[in-house]
Structure formats: C-alpha cells, structure tokens
C-alpha cells in the first residue's frame, strides 16, 4: 500500500505508490483506480493486496518489471481489452509505446483484502485483440469471460444484469456498482460481471 517501505535486493528502501493513481469508485465489494501514462512514463513500484481487472481504455505498448530483478514481462494492451490478475510481487509499469495508455483498475475485495489470505486465481486471463465475440441478444459482446469475472463491452442501449457488476465507462470518468436487473446505457461501456460469491 502507499508509503509502505520495502527493500530491494540491492538493500535499498523503496516506498511504494498505490496500484493506482486516482481512486474513482470504492465500496465494499470493489475500488477502482484510473492509471494513465504518457509516452515513457512510468507508474512507481507497487504491490497489490487483491486480485484484480484491468479495462483497457487507451492501449500502448508496456513493460512491467519486478523488484526482485525477475525477467520484466511486455505487455500490449488495446482499447476495450481485459486482464484479470492475480497478486503479485511488487512492480513498476512502464508505458514503452508511442502512444497515451489509460486504463481502469478494479481491485476486487472479496477476493483479497476481505480474506486472511489472497484467493489463488492461478493464472488470470487476457483478452486477444480481433479474436471472433459473438454478441449476446442485448448487443453485450464479451471480452474475457473466467470463473470469477466476465467482462463485455456495450455500446448504448438497455442490459439486464444478473447479480453484481461492475460499469465503467470508456469515453468519462464515470463509474458505479450495479446490483442487478434492468439497466439503460448511454455510449460505450464495460460490463464487469462479479461471478464469485458476495455480500451484496
């Protein structure tokens, strides 16, 4: 969490950023953050405390590397793609494209903070750009489907939402909890499904 201090291999002490730069949304079951990055900027060390999704809003390419000097992993987001990730150990992103990369991070709190310990979601899952989607009759066209979240993007028009999601807009800031049922949509958006179990 921010200004936690740890210390890397070398024996120097780092105080860590938030995950994020801007919480835009928090309650009891999410937070989320925007995270924006200018053409070689950088997001500072950090560590995250749950598992989380990443909404691509503005995609670059990216470089994350590890304070314990693992390999760094290259990554290549685009707009209105998804990652679901585990914890992990502590990193820095940086965006190494020619491009402005923007994206909305959704820690999910039932599955970290909320626990003793981390849920193990394995791997994750990632999104593939221009892989075939076949929209829902609602016009939903899905963009990472897993056993804990479902992500789809929707452009306007009337949802009917079964339990909890996630809605965070990909043109504002605009973000909110949904519980469920009927709910009308103006312009593009993702649709963030919480599959596992929650309170709410």
């Not at 801007?22 to 053409?39: F, G, I, K, Q, T």
């Not at 990443?54 to 685009?78: C, H, K, N, Q, T």
């Not at 909305?104 to 709190?109: D, H, Q, S, W």
């Not at 990632?126 to 892989?131: A, K, L, M, W």
Request: aromatic share 8%.
């Amino acid at each position: 969490m921010r200004g936690d201090v740890v210390v890397s291999p070398s024996g120097d002490e780092i105080v860590l950023a938030d995950v994020g730069q801007v919480v835009l949304h928090d309650d009891a079951l999410v937070r989320v953050w925007d995270v924006a990055l200018e053409p070689g900027e950088t997001h500072p060390w950090h560590l995250h405390h749950n598992p989380y999704v990443v909404l691509s809003i503005a995609g670059s390419a990216g470089r994350m590397d590890w304070l314990d000097g693992s390999e760094p992993r290259f990554l290549s987001e685009y707009r209105g793609g998804a990652v679901y990730r585990p914890v992990s150990p502590v990193h820095r992103l940086t965006n190494i494209g020619k491009s402005f990369y923007r994206n909305r991070l959704v820690e999910l709190k039932d599955l970290g903070e909320h626990r003793t310990e981390p849920l193990d979601v394995g791997p994750g899952a990632r999104s593939v750009e221009g892989e075939p989607a076949e929209p829902l009759p609602d016009g939903r066209v899905p963009v990472l489907l897993h056993d804990h979240v479902g992500v789809w993007t929707v452009t306007g028009g009337e949802v009917d939402l079964s339990g909890p999601h996630v809605l965070a807009a990909l043109d504002s800031d605009e973000v909110r909890l949904h519980p469920g049922g009927p709910c009308v949509l103006a312009g593009e958006w993702f649709v963030v499904e919480l599959r596992y179990p929650t309170a709410f």
